[in-house]
């Protein structure tokens, strides 16, 4: 058929023969960098559950997910990981893949937003059909198209799920005691667990499971949020120290706050807080944990000018990525309080600090700091209030470079206001910059690189070849095919005869195959080879090749000490079931071990080449070509019977002669 030409077969300098692997698949060393990726990555506070537990290096593998752990991978964590170890056009399909998967799931459902993902997603499958094979696209991958219509429909998904109910279920098989009567102690606990519901709605004072804050949900107390400056209001969590600043330190706080330099009371310092629905932490808090809370961004608006005497300058915004250091809390005179982050900036002025991937994705450098402290005019400190959370995954590919990762509070809903700054907040919702996909995908190979046919030459891809473009194997005097060409000849021939959908192996004999498959296979061949060869020797080559791989079939899988059922089940890769299940199991490679008596030392070279090889002296006849193939380098007999068909054909060569 011609096409997908970057799987094609490839045939090498030494003869042998080569399967490119599918654009798709990773090679060992990419496995291990996309495992290390999830095994290193920290996520914030209730984000999702320790991903890094379900990563084996070893086994380079994934294992023990819960349903929330592949909604996170799916929508957040593949294509982190993907970008470091697969293709471009693979990674991209992943990404927006992820993009409709998020938009979909969200909290909060924008309609606008969900016409677009119709086309996106259509626009997304197609292209995955360019690169993965007809089996992955079942019923539950075109199901992406109609997720749209259906969020439309019914609403945000979290409503609509399963797992509330499985939950449930799992809850009532909790209240089981007695495991003889199981009915009657389920009905007895859900009894109580509902009086004690019933209960708990009339506790006002108390705390109960119904009216529990979330974990990051912080204080809410709005005299005391009044004493707060700037919105700067929050839970501290962890041990309270009380610390005092070097001089420039100092400066540079108070000049944040408020531009001057009045006394100020002992501040206090804090490890942890809680503020805007986002749990904070500082780098050595969480040196030893699991997960990752001390990532920041601040978005501060700039004025670019041209030159020093341009009169039109240009507003922008400047995000500023940064790891947490210090939670410090001003105290003015016990009637005023600011709390400021003091964090280690990326130096996103230059190159060298931050740049975008071929994917879009934001990349920053925290070997190249700016505003350390160390100089008096340098700004480490900002408001509580200004900072958002993200999450960095170090990039294994680039030292010292990490990848941005946005959060969400989970708590926080965007009900939206039809504002310009609502719009942009919302745009968030979709975490990965959006992929062209609207390019064709090229057909290369999994190294990305082009093949340049140059002449006619044994490592043209066979399935490349137009008809008029066919490989001519030439012959001998008794009709053989010789030359390098035959032994490109025989490599695709034992191809064919691994095919089970062409030359199936549930058959006694060779003669017992149908010749429609013998046919079938024999133009395929033709497509590629101009033969001089005649069809009968054609057939027999191949019923050899055939005969060969049952004969390795049987050596591989039925000579072990294990029952006939387990044979039955552990298919050789490549087989269809239901041949291996119907092959004639006792006769499997007995007629080519019974035709082949003695070793010989062609090797994989046919005797026709051999014949071609003896240049000098007179022609070789059969008891020449025998004795030449059956012999040692030292010039003994392979075996001791073929010493003896030797010493036998030279009897009869001399009563020949003397007759003659």
Request: hydrophobic share 35%; net charge positive.
């Amino acid at each position: 058929m011609r096409i997908r030409r970057d799987l094609h077969l490839q045939v090498l300098l030494n003869g042998k023969y080569r399967l490119p692997p599918s654009i798709f698949s990773m090679s060992k060393k990419e496995k291990e960098v996309f495992c290390m990726v999830l095994k290193d990555i920290k996520v914030p506070d209730a984000y999702a559950s320790n991903i890094s537990r379900c990563v084996s290096l070893k086994d380079q593998r994934l294992y023990s997910l819960k349903s929330h752990d592949y909604h996170i991978l799916m929508q957040d964590l593949l294509p982190i990981a993907l970008r470091c170890c697969m293709s471009k056009n693979v990674t991209s399909c992943i990404i927006q893949l992820s993009n409709i998967m998020k938009a979909i799931c969200g909290k909060v459902l924008d309609v606008e937003e969900l016409e677009k993902v119709q086309d996106r997603a259509a626009l997304t499958l197609c292209n995955l059909e360019k690169i993965f094979p007809h089996s992955f696209f079942t019923i539950m991958v075109h199901l992406v198209i109609h997720l749209r219509h259906e969020a439309i429909l019914s609403g945000p998904v979290f409503y609509r799920w399963m797992y509330p109910i499985e939950r449930f279920l799992s809850k009532l098989k909790s209240y089981c005691r007695n495991k003889h009567y199981p009915e009657g102690s389920i009905t007895e606990g859900y009894l109580a667990e509902e009086c004690m519901t019933f209960c708990s709605r009339y506790l006002e004072d108390a705390e109960t499971r119904l009216n529990r804050p979330s974990r990051n949900a912080g204080l809410n107390d709005h005299n005391l949020a009044e004493t707060y400056l700037f919105q700067s209001y929050g839970e501290p969590i962890g041990k309270v120290e009380i610390e005092e600043l070097d001089d420039i330190s100092w400066i540079q706080a108070h000049r944040y706050v408020l531009f001057h330099h009045d006394l100020v009371e002992p501040l206090c310092k804090y490890s942890a807080f809680l503020i805007n629905g986002y749990r904070f932490h500082t780098k050595y808090r969480e040196r030893m944990r699991r997960t990752q809370n001390c990532g920041v961004v601040v978005n501060s608006s700039i004025t670019s000018y041209a030159r020093a005497k341009d009169s039109n300058p240009i507003e922008g915004n400047m995000e500023y990525y940064g790891l947490l250091t210090d939670i410090i809390e001003l105290d003015y005179y016990g009637r005023w309080k600011v709390v400021l982050f003091r964090c280690d900036w990326a130096d996103v002025n230059t190159a060298r600090g931050i740049k975008k991937d071929q994917f879009g994705f934001t990349m920053v450098n925290f070997s190249r700091l700016i505003h350390t402290g160390q100089q008096l005019m340098d700004e480490p400190y900002v408001f509580s209030s200004q900072v958002k959370q993200v999450f960095y995954s170090k990039d294994p590919n680039d030292k010292d470079w990490y990848v941005v990762l946005r959060n969400t509070p989970r708590d926080l809903f965007d009900m939206g206001n039809g504002s310009r700054d609502d719009i942009v907040e919302r745009s968030e919702t979709l975490p990965f910059p959006e992929q062209n996909l609207d390019e064709n995908i090229p057909s290369t190979t999994k190294s990305g690189g082009t093949r340049r046919v140059r002449g006619r030459t044994l490592l043209r891809d066979l399935y490349d070849l137009d008809p008029v473009e066919r490989v001519k194997v030439s012959r001998n005097t008794h009709g053989q095919p010789v030359g390098s060409e035959a032994r490109l000849l025989a490599g695709y021939l034992g191809i064919l005869a691994r095919n089970a959908n062409m030359l199936p192996i549930n058959y006694e004999s060779w003669h017992h195959m149908p010749d429609s498959n013998k046919n079938q296979a024999l133009v395929n061949i033709k497509e590629r080879f101009a033969l001089e060869v005649s069809d009968d020797y054609i057939k027999k080559a191949l019923g050899k090749k055939w005969r060969d791989k049952k004969s390795t079939l049987k050596k591989q899988y039925f000579k072990k000490n294990i029952s006939l059922e387990e044979k039955l089940r552990n298919v050789p890769p490549g087989m269809l079931r239901y041949q291996w299940e119907d092959a004639d199991r006792e006769r499997i490679g007995t007629s080519s071990r019974q035709k082949q008596k003695f070793t010989h030392t062609a090797g994989s070279r046919s005797f026709a080449s051999v014949t071609e090889e003896v240049k000098s002296g007179p022609k070789v006849g059969r008891l020449q070509l025998f004795e030449i193939t059956h012999r040692k380098k030292d010039g003994s007999p392979m075996t001791s019977e073929a010493g003896e068909i030797m010493e036998k054909l030279k009897e009869k060569k001399a009563e020949y002669e003397a007759i003659t």
